[in-house]
């Protein structure tokens, strides 16, 4: 699941240095679609703090008879947990399969309870196995479909279908609504459920039914899972010397690729360049502040952060700036979240040679920061909300395009572009 995921989850390359990793899942990040939630059972705020022991994570089912409780009498403030014990003992005492519960699992279920009632899809827990999905996820090496899904008005919709993964290839959309995973109905399934379904191995298949907009029936689609890695940043030479730079996610090696395109532009002195963010779900922030830089004169602001008490803090262009000066079309759909919103809204609020087109992105404005907890777990909290550099907020409104241009069914279904046509004919203005 993505937007910090820091991320905003909401970022599609997925390879990383080991080194690096180590560092930057720490740092913030910007992630939509990796960012999962549960809603399970009430919270455990008591268990969480106290002494340094806790639970140990069992293999095996942890029968709630021979469970030793730790930290249950810690008193906290005005806060009585004497309902949460009393809903543990009736459960224990009277629920007709005690046997068959795994106190463990009972834990897990409370702190992403806890997290859940914050009404925030992007804050949430990873429990030792999730943990281990996620940082699959955003490495770039997993097996699934290779889409990023999210909830946007309370139904799971996908962000975006990594470029060249089976979900493109099998016709997966942007925008699509999620009605059913294989005979798994949807409408109150979360984010991290969604993607335990569409995880699977190699080789094996998912049907999914997704409504699209503009059809009146559900349709299914069969997608056959793979190896999902994908090379964030692709370069073409478009016909009168226009550079066109399709970048799919904001990963860990993103700004190295994304580097090795600018020498491309350079060495064929390209005229204009269109960047296409449709259908990237964005990623790291570092990583958008330094593709930023290079396409933003030093000093400028690429995105404002807003904390929790309204202060504001300035990311701003590092420097190294070689592309600011050449005129540019950004390319943006309901697809493009997170990461890829803020490299559009920077070079458009800076820049007077810098048109948007396509549709309205998709509105991925919160920051997460990845905590590592013990027992092998962690959770995403979000921060902050993010701004353009004018301060314009796009949580849950997006960026409008300059020029709105329409992809209909009959133009996929004919290999036809007309966003694609229409940043060559600005482009070349």
Known sequence: MLDNIQEENIENNQIIDVEKKN?????RVLVVGFIVIFSVASFWFGLQRGKNESLKAEKTVMPLENTLIINRDRKIETLDFALFWKVWDVLKEKYVDSSKLDAQKLFYGAI??????????YTNFFDPEENKKFNEDITGSFEGIGAEIGIKGGVLTVIAPLEGTPAEKAGLRAGDKIVKIGDKNT????IDGAVDLLHGKKGTEVKMTIF????????????????INVKSVKFEEKEGEIAYIKISRFGETTFKEFGEALTQTKNNNSKGIIVDLRNDPGGYLETAVEIGSKMLPKGNIVVMEEDRNGKRNNLLAKGGDELSEIKTVVLINEGSASASEILAGALRENRDNV?????????????????????????????????????????????DPDVKIEFTNDDYNNNKDPQLDKALEIVKE
């Open 23 to 27: 560092r930057k899942l720490m740092n």
């Open 187 to 190: 409408a109150d399934l979360t």
């Open 355 to 399: 048109t948007l087109v396509g549709k309205k992105s998709y509105g991925k404005g919160s920051v997460q920061e990845l905590v590592k907890l013990t027992q092998g777990t962690s959770m995403k909290v979000t921060i902050a909300h993010w701004l353009t550099p004018k301060g314009n907020q796009i949580n849950e409104k997006g960026i």
């Open 112 to 121: 992403k309870g806890m997290l859940a009632a914050t009404g925030d899809p």
């Open 212 to 227: 699209r907009e503009g059809e009146q029936d559900t349709q299914e689609i069969t997608i056959i899972r793979d190896v």
